[in-house]
Nanobody, 124 residues
Framework: QVQLVESGGGLVQAGGSLRLSCTTS????????MGWFRQAPGKEREFVAA????????LYADSVKGRFTVSRDYAKNTVYLQMNNLKPEDTALYYC?????????????????WGQGTQVTVSS
């Protein structure tokens, strides 16, 4: 399977920023639409943001729209999630994932490959 590795998580104060990175095993992964999901203890995994490799565009959850920005660097085989104005409710384990096709989506079951996650903790 395609390997995805997240990094960049940490502990920040409310209102602060973090940038998460997701490195992939090769272009077979980077050409796939890529998504970011998160899961807090005792809660279900939820969609955060997604980006296509072509003209599919980007997609954001309403809870992060205007605060988070997803982007990708094809030369580095890396997808990023810039998170600004972080809130305590953003605290979770963040995962990147890859799906088939060209269009991004917010549906976890459509993603075939998953990373191990990186922890983001936002203090009050």
């Amino acid at each position: 399977q395609v390997q995805l590795v997240e990094s960049g998580g940490g502990l920040v104060q409310a209102g602060g920023s973090l940038r998460l990175s997701c490195t992939t095993s090769g272009r077979t992964s980077i050409i796939y639409p890529m998504g970011w999901f998160r899961q807090a203890p005792g809660k279900e995994r939820e969609f955060v943001a997604a980006i296509s490799w072509g003209t599919g565009g980007v997609l954001y959850a309403d809870s992060v729209k205007g605060r988070f920005t997803v982007s990708r660097d094809y030369a580095k085989n890396t997808v990023y999630l810039q998170m600004n104005n972080l809130k305590p409710e953003d605290t979770a384990l963040y995962y990147c994932a890859a799906k088939m096709g060209q269009a991004p989506s917010g549906i976890p079951n459509e993603y075939r490959y998953w990373g191990q996650g990186t922890q983001v903790t936002v203090s009050s």
